[in-house]
């Protein structure tokens, strides 16, 4: 028997949802979200080889952008999973 130990239910987003950081750069595909965080899944895997991808621990400012209903919604993350092309990331607040 497993264990649920989730706060927040995972939603799997179907739609185009995409997160870019502070500079503008389109970090991927955001593929699911929940009440504490969202995991992203970047747009080519080179993109986290580079020096500047975030490493667990970072915190940064993301803006998602939904291009059907041309809304967007801006918030501080910190980065609390890494593998391959995956980007876990944790909703937190504004210092």
Do not use: C, H, W
């Not at 009440?35 to 080889?49: K, N, V």
Request: charged share 25%; proline share 2%.
């Amino acid at each position: 028997m497993s264990i649920n130990r989730r706060q927040y239910d995972r939603l799997q987003l179907s739609e185009a949802a995409y997160a870019v950081d502070e500079s503008g750069r389109q970090l991927g595909k955001v593929s699911q979200a929940s009440g504490g965080g969202m995991l992203i899944i970047a747009r080519d895997a080179s993109y986290l080889a580079e020096a500047e991808a975030p490493e667990v621990g970072t915190r940064f400012t993301v803006t998602i952008m939904e291009p059907y209903t041309q809304t967007s919604n801006t918030v501080d993350v910190i980065v609390r999973y890494k593998d391959g092309a995956r980007v876990g990331v944790e909703f937190v607040g504004a210092e």
